[in-house]
Nanobody, 119 residues
């Protein structure tokens, strides 16, 4: 497993932006962001193939969120713009050595999460 530490969450107004960061002890083939609201399952938000820099975004965030990597310090960023109240959730970073997947069960490595609240 790799160690993952998220940061950057907070409370913002609708329409504002936040940047989440995930620092990894090392990058695996697939790095991903998931989110979970109270009483809901863990939902995939963005997937990222670290080898070729290919991002894959969920339909619910396309056009508003982007994902990027800083290989110099093994950091994955989730740039969230035009935030909506329905984006409120705990956001988790995840990693897996195989191909990216939307199913949370496919990931063995998880961070502790960072809370995003949009009002």
């Amino acid at each position: 497993h790799v160690q993952l530490v998220e940061s950057g969450g907070g409370s913002v107004q609708a329409g504002e932006s936040l940047r989440l960061s995930c620092v990894a002890t090392k990058f695996l083939n697939c790095m991903a962001w998931f989110r979970q609201s109270p009483g809901q399952g863990r939902e995939g938000v963005a997937l990222f193939y670290t080898g070729n820099g290919l991002p894959v975004l969920a339909d619910s965030v396309k056009g508003r969120f982007t994902i990027s990597q800083d290989r110099s310090n093994n950091t994955l960023h989730l740039h969230m713009n035009s935030l909506k109240p329905e984006d409120t959730a705990m956001y988790y970073c995840a990693a897996r050595p195989g191909p990216c997947a939307w199913q949370s069960g496919a990931y063995m490595s998880w961070g502790q999460g960072t809370q995003v609240t949009v009002s």
